[in-house]
């Protein structure tokens, strides 16, 4: 599976951003899409997941009421709108494939089967 992030960026704090996963022929059905980020020497940290089947959403309390996942069916795109950026928001986003979506929420970065190549996000202050 092919998993395709865009949309990073540079943006000053306060900003926004909007980051695309998608997933070129392929269709999903019992799945979890998330995005994970990854800080300059540290973790790959969870961000948020949506169940595809549903629409189910889920946040780490760091951006929870800042960004919103999202799915597009027709697209079989997800989205991240990232509102009111900051410093500390920066790092390379990373989309990710539950193959067990539809059966679990998973918030570990090893639950997930499939990753993007990663999209750079800047926030200068």
């Known amino acids: 599976v092919q998993l395709v992030e865009s949309g990073g960026g540079l943006v000053q704090a306060g900003g926004s951003l909007r980051l695309s996963c998608a997933a070129p022929g392929r269709t999903f059905s019992n799945h979890a899409l998330g995005w994970f980020r990854q800080a300059s020497g540290k973790a790959r940290d969870f961000v948020a997941a949506v169940k595809w089947k549903g629409g189910a959403t889920y946040y780490a309390d760091s951006v929870k009421a800042r960004f919103t996942i999202s799915r597009d069916n027709t697209k079989n795109t997800v989205l991240l709108q990232m509102d009111r950026l900051a410093p500390e928001d920066t790092a390379v986003y990373y989309c990710?494939?539950?193959?067990?979506?539809?059966?679990?929420?998973?918030?570990?970065?090893?639950?997930?089967?499939?990753w993007g190549q990663g999209t750079q996000v800047t926030v200068s202050s």
């Open positions: 990710a494939l539950d193959s067990w979506g539809g059966l679990r929420v998973a918030y570990e970065s090893y639950e997930y089967d499939y």
